[in-house]
């Protein structure tokens, strides 16, 4: 009988100990250092590597993008989100701006639409709004004004105000998906 008792408690004690050491082995592990990620959006690179630094983190530059909002040389993007906790000595791989996609825009007032157009595709720059306004002085479907100004630095939204024609025409009436004042 007690050869039967022998068997299962040696079952039980060996389950016990493997529990026990799981534990304590992940208590080990787990014991490794930790930091809070810092937000490194908007800073300079060497900003961003003194700041990851203080924090026992170390900066990997994966690329570059354009963004109409910061200037070129400041992050846009991490990969890790800041104020999350990660272990010591890991990487956090940033982006940063090459600036706005449009440096200079092209002077387009007093072009057709149509011509206006084709010169800034040939920039790459996509006119985003197109605001039709009556106008006596200037002839229907030719652009009276830009915005970014012409020579100005731009970013990716261009608007431009075309004549509709004047207050005499009535075949000005513009495009249905177009903006009118």
Do not use: C
């Not at 961003?48 to 026992?56: L, P, T």
């Amino acid at each position: 009988m007690k050869q039967f008792l022998k068997i299962p408690l040696y079952i039980v004690g060996l389950i016990v100990l493997g529990i026990l050491s799981g534990h304590f082995t992940f208590k080990a592990l787990s014991m490794s250092r930790s930091a809070v990620v810092p937000d490194l959006r908007g800073k300079t690179i060497v900003e961003a590597n003194q700041v990851a630094r203080s924090n026992n983190l170390y900066i990997r530059l994966e690329g570059e993008d354009y963004d109409s909002y910061l200037p070129q040389g400041y992050i846009i993007r991490q990969d890790v989100p800041a104020k999350i906790k990660i272990k010591e000595g890991r990487e956090i791989r940033i982006v940063t701006s090459k600036g706005p996609r449009v440096q200079y825009v092209p002077d387009i007032v007093g072009q057709p639409l149509d011509r206006a157009e084709l010169l800034l595709r040939d920039r790459g720059i996509k006119i985003n709004r197109i605001v039709y306004a009556r106008s006596d002085k200037t002839p229907k479907n030719v652009v009276m004004a830009q915005r970014p100004e012409p020579n100005e630095k731009g970013w990716d939204t261009f608007i431009v105000l075309v004549s509709s024609g004047g207050y005499d025409d009535k075949s000005s009436e513009p495009e249905t998906n177009k903006e009118s004042i």
